[in-house]
């Protein structure tokens, strides 16, 4: 035994060595290796042989796929590029009687899609011993035999091939028979028992005999059966198949009961001798459970499924015996014709996902591999992807079955995030199966969206005198792109509003985009202005999108009119003539005031509050013009106050109020008042140059000028000295700010009046009537006109023709105050 034991590892040594012999061929690689060997055994180094680089396999992800087997039988180290067993290899389980036995497993590299087949030619092993169907073979022979007649005994099996199976048979020594070894049509050994001396059946009526089957194998195993042999009288024909060989085709799937063949064997004798009986010899338990023999008729019929891709062919051995004994042998073949019976197997090698939406059409994401178990145009396969999605699969040139997912078209997350694609594999049998399998592919976000806003232009209307860190207005921007790359923040452009930084105006919340005002605005100081909001994500690089913000102020009531006319400084007050003459509805004089408010705020109303005489006088309640409201009587006082309330129509309503002096006469003279009014040499200047002047004309001209004049005047004028104009308002009397009155109500450009005689100061001015224009004096200084003047009729006169018209004058007030 511990010779067989020390055989057994030579030769398990030897095979191991072989299989370290390798060599490519069409792009296949071959292994051959022992059967048994111990799982982690290394095979070969295939990186080595395949010209790989090691550190190339962990990267592109090194494997090992079956193909068209449902397990791996090998595996690789990463590391080294080692080929090792995955699992016991048993030859005789995985290829039974064939004479060959090569597994086929696949070597697949991604990145580029590479792929190597590796055959793995598994090397049979001296592992099983030769075994007879039967511990005892029965023979009974007739005395009559002849010497030299052949007895056919039953055949030893081994499992194992080639070389290893049953070489030779031996023959215990005896006194009758010798043992003769043929070998028969399919080149296996098979032994008979050939009779050199006649049997005495007086003498000897049982024969006990051993037979020993012995294979090739090294060191050699073998297998005894005992042969027992019954001297009778005789029985000289054995019984004959109608063929050695029978040849069945059997298509896969075939019904249970299915008729496979029926051998015939026949016997020339007679009797009991002639009658044959059939029975399989030698089947695996695989067989017999899908085959049956009826052992009177020689009927194998089905009793199992038939799967082609399981098994192929058949073989058969069929015994015929007749009563005697005497045993002929047939052999049946089976071949299994393939059914279009097994659908396409979609398999996912591998998968990019999620895909970069800014990927390009040509891009690699996935590769599959499609099977199908069937044979010939039942494993030719079509492939093909479902429309309107952009991928499609192309074909590898050098790899069967196998096929890249591409990108065809552009992506786009914010139009579709994932892509359910079905994939569809047709064979080409009849009729055509198919198979689909459904492969997620998710889009990754690139941010290559910019902040959108809602609105193209934002308003925002405040009223002025608002609160610092009240909400002007909310800006809202959308982003497609998915989280930080959609994330918006809001800022103000740096910019300048009326020559401030836009930060001392308004202020922005960067996460919900409400503006906020940073102090309160005056509606008189400026009316709107411009800000440039930012809308930023935070991708990277971010995209940023701006928008303009206007904002509007809106007035409110804050401010009082102001009393233009008549002046509203304390220290004096405006006194105007009236003549006597006038008649109802005569123009008086007229109330002047401004708003710097606008709108509604700005549309003021004149009312009189108080009057000397409550009746004599009326005002226009938007023009400010004070009418007569009936004509003078000789009851009426000299002297009238006139009371006047300016209101705007604001909520609440502001208001001021203006005393009008009014004098009714037709002479100044007559005025009582101004006869007992005195001056102080000092303090009017107008006063000396007026004194100089008289007494320079009434030295030269005093009579022939006041003559003259006195004539002229009383003629072609009406004593209407001091309203027969408009009281003109200079530009630089005018608040600087105040709000525009076309057609607001305020102060109307059709209604200017030059100022009157004033009284209530140390100093008296006296201003001609005339009409407004740009160059108007102060109020202040005394003016003097150089263009022309206007009189009743509408005609313009030279400056130089209405001189002593103004000597006249002159003359008249220093004659008035300072009588000679």
């Known amino acids: 035994m511990d010779f067989i034991r ?35 055994s290394v095979i070969g180094n295939i990186a080595k042989d395949l010209g790989l680089d090691v550190k190339d396999l962990a990267a592109r992800k090194a494997r090992i796929d079956a193909e068209g087997n449902r397990k791996r039988y090998c595996n690789i180290n990463p590391m080294t590029g080692e080929l090792t067993v995955a699992e016991r290899l048993d030859r005789e389980g995985l290829c039974g009687k064939k004479a060959s036995c090569v597994i086929k497993q696949e070597l697949m590299l991604e990145n580029p899609l590479e792929l190597h087949r590796v055959n793995l030619n598994v090397q049979d092993v001296n592992d099983n011993s030769p075994k007879f169907e039967d511990d005892v073979i029965r023979i009974e022979i007739r005395e009559s035999t002849f010497k030299g007649a052949r007895f056919l005994l039953e055949e030893a099996h081994d499992a194992d091939h080639g070389q290893n199976s049953v070489k030779t048979y031996s023959l215990q020594r005896n006194d009758h028979f010798v043992l003769s070894v043929n070998t028969n049509d399919i080149g296996g050994k098979y032994s008979e028992l050939v009779l050199e001396k ?47 060989v029978y040849k069945v085709s059997l298509s896969e799937n075939s019904p249970v009961g299915t008729v496979l063949v029926t051998v015939n064997a026949t016997d020339a004798d007679e009797g009991s001798n002639g009658e044959v009986i059939y029975a399989l010899g030698h089947i695996s338990e695989e067989e017999k459970n899908i085959f049956s023999l009826d052992r009177k008729t020689g009927t194998i019929t089905v009793i199992g499924p038939i799967d082609f891709e399981e098994e192929s062919t058949f073989e058969l051995r069929v015994l015929a015996k007749d009563a005697s004994g005497l045993t002929s042998y047939s052999m049946v073949m089976v071949e299994i014709t393939d059914v279009n019976d097994n659908e396409p197997v979609i398999i996912l090698k591998s998968l990019n996902s999620p895909i970069p939406e800014n990927a390009l059409p040509g891009t690699e994401v996935g590769i599959i591999n499609v099977q199908d178990r069937d044979s010939e145009n039942n494993r030719q396969l079509r492939c093909s992807i479902e429309q309107n999605v952009p991928f499609k699969l192309v074909p590898s040139i050098s790899i069967k079955n196998y096929y890249s997912v591409v990108i065809t078209g552009d992506l786009d997350r914010e139009m579709v995030s994932e892509y359910d694609i079905t994939i569809t594999a047709t064979d080409q049998g009849f009729p055509p199966l198919s198979s689909a399998k459904t492969i997620q592919l998710l889009v990754a976000d690139v941010n290559d969206n910019p902040p959108v806003f809602e609105e193209q232009t934002y308003s925002a209307h405040v009223k002025e005198n608002n609160k610092p860190g009240s909400a002007v207005c909310t800006v809202a921007a959308t982003d497609p792109d998915w989280r930080q790359n959609g994330t918006v923040v809001y800022s103000l452009f740096p910019s300048d509003v009326n020559g401030a930084p836009v930060t001392s105006f308004l202020s922005i919340n960067g996460d919900t985009g409400v503006i906020h005002a940073v102090r309160s605005y005056d509606y008189e100081q400026f009316k709107s202005f411009k800000v440039l909001v930012l809308a930023r994500d935070n991708g990277s690089p ?17 401010n009082s009119p102001q009393i233009l006319y008549p002046s509203p400084d304390g220290n004096s007050f405006m006194t105007e003539m009236v003549p006597k003459t006038v008649h109802a509805g005569s123009l008086v004089s007229k109330v002047i005031a401004v708003d710097a408010d606008c709108g509604q705020n700005a549309w003021l109303s004149y009312h009189i509050v108080k009057a000397t005489d409550q009746g004599l006088f009326t005002i226009g309640v938007h023009s400010g013009e004070i ?21 705007d129509n604001g909520q609440p309503s502001l208001s001021a109020t203006c005393v009008m002096y009014l004098i009714i006469s037709d002479n100044l003279a007559e005025v009582p008042e101004l006869k007992d009014i005195t001056f102080d040499d000092t303090n009017s200047r107008l006063t000396l140059y007026l004194t100089v002047a008289l007494v320079t004309v009434t030295t030269f001209f005093l009579t022939f000028v006041i003559t003259v004049l006195a004539v002229r005047f009383c003629h072609k004028r009406k004593p209407r000295l001091m309203f027969d104009g408009a009281v003109t308002i200079p530009g630089a009397y005018l ?9 607001t109500g305020t102060l109307r450009s059709n209604f200017n009046y030059d100022a009157y005689l004033t009284t209530g100061s140390r100093t008296s001015d006296f201003k001609f009537i005339t009409s407004y224009n740009e160059s108007t004096l102060p109020a202040e200084l005394t003016r003097e006109k150089t263009e022309c003047v206007t009189d009743d009729l509408g005609e313009q006169r030279d400056i130089t023709q209405v001189r002593p018209h103004i000597l006249y004058n002159f003359a008249f007030v220093i004659l008035f105050y300072f009588p000679l």
């Open 6 to 40: 020390s055989s057994v590892s030579a030769l398990i040594l030897f095979f191991y060595f072989l299989g370290l012999m390798v060599h490519v061929a069409f792009g296949d690689i071959n292994y051959s290796f022992p059967e048994e060997l111990k799982r982690g």
């Open 198 to 244: 006649e049997l005495d059946r007086e003498q000897q009526q049982e024969v006990t005999l051993i037979l020993t089957a012995v294979d090739g194998g090294t060191p050699p195993r073998s297998g005894t059966v005992t042969i027992h042999v019954t001297v009778l009288d005789a029985n000289d024909n054995a019984p004959v198949f109608s063929q050695s």
């Open 542 to 558: 971010p995209l940023s999108n701006n928008v303009t913000v206007s904002v509007f102020i809106m007035d409110e009531n804050d």
């Open 627 to 647: 009418k007569m409201q009936r004509d003078l009587s000789e009851s009426d006082n000299m002297k009238q106050n006139v009371i006047v309330s300016v209101s």
């Open 735 to 743: 608040p600087p700010n105040y709000a525009d009155v076309e057609g």
